[in-house]
Nanobody, 124 residues
Framework: QVQLVESGGGLVQAGGSLRLSCAAS????????MGWFRQVLGKEREFVAA????????RYADSAKGRFTISRDNAKNTVYLQMNNLKPEDTAVYYC?????????????????WGQGTQVTVSS
């Protein structure tokens, strides 16, 4: 198992940017596909973006395409989510996830490890 800790959340005005980070420890980070999900209180957790082990492949939710960029630095055991042109509807708790298989899936239940989440609030 890999342990995940997110950081970088906060309060930002609409149109602004934030970069989330997720630091991993434990088993080899480069063996995991990594993903970002988000959840609004009272709603289901939803997929945002994912990246393959060696960064060759990425996948985005339609809501994230063109505004968010996922990246990773295997030397630093860290995955990032750069979020630009933020909108109030992006307000949520953002979670980092790891999956040992190198297939970029959007289904919440088949990701292996999760962080504790970081709050992102976008004001209008």
């Amino acid at each position: 198992q890999v342990q995940l800790v997110e950081s970088g959340g906060g309060l930002v005005q609409a149109g602004g940017s934030l970069r989330l980070s997720c630091a991993a420890s434990g088993r080899s980070f480069s063996s995991y596909a990594m993903g970002w999900f988000r959840q609004v209180l009272g709603k289901e957790r939803e997929f945002v973006a994912a990246i393959s082990r060696s960064s060759i492949s990425t996948r985005y939710a339609d809501s994230a395409k063109g505004r968010f960029t996922i990246s990773r630095d295997n030397a630093k055991n860290t995955v990032y989510l750069q979020m630009n042109n933020l909108k109030p509807e992006d307000t949520a708790v953002y979670y980092c996830a790891a999956r040992f298989a190198n297939i970029l899936v959007t289904t919440v239940g088949i990701w292996d490890s999760w962080g504790q989440g970081t709050q992102v609030t976008v004001s209008s």
